[in-house]
């Protein structure tokens, strides 16, 4: 029920930036929450950053601080800005909507942070 397109990732140096987005088929205020999970080589996937409708959000420890995340509700879009990247931040990263009972996901980007 709920298509969402991924964009932003890249390759970056230590220190660096990058900006997320993730383009949801409704309005997104119609989603009861939008996060944002990453899995690194290797390692089981995490949530990093959440937003719920009302506009409250949430972050793993390791990205408070340094990632934020915010919606736009004219373009139905969610974005992670990830400011002062470390190598350990490298994973793709994937959107989820959670409508109803129901979660729904991104194809994933690839984010790399080079040492």
């Known amino acids: 029920q709920v298509q969402l397109v991924e964009s932003g990732g890249g390759l970056v140096q230590t220190g660096g930036s990058l900006r997320l987005s993730c383009a949801a088929s409704?309005?997104?205020?119609?989603?009861?929450?939008m996060d944002w999970y990453r899995q690194a080589p290797g390692k089981k996937r995490e949530l990093v950053a959440s937003i719920a409708s009302g506009g409250s959000t949430a972050y793993i420890d390791s990205v408070k601080g340094r990632f934020t995340i915010s919606r736009d509700g004219a373009v139905n879009t969610v974005y992670l800005q990830m400011n002062n990247l470390k190598p350990e931040d490298t994973a793709v990263y994937y959107c989820k909507a959670r409508y109803g009972p129901n979660g729904y996901w991104g194809q994933g980007t690839q984010v790399t942070v080079s040492s």
């Open positions: 409704i309005n997104i205020f119609s989603i009861n929450a």
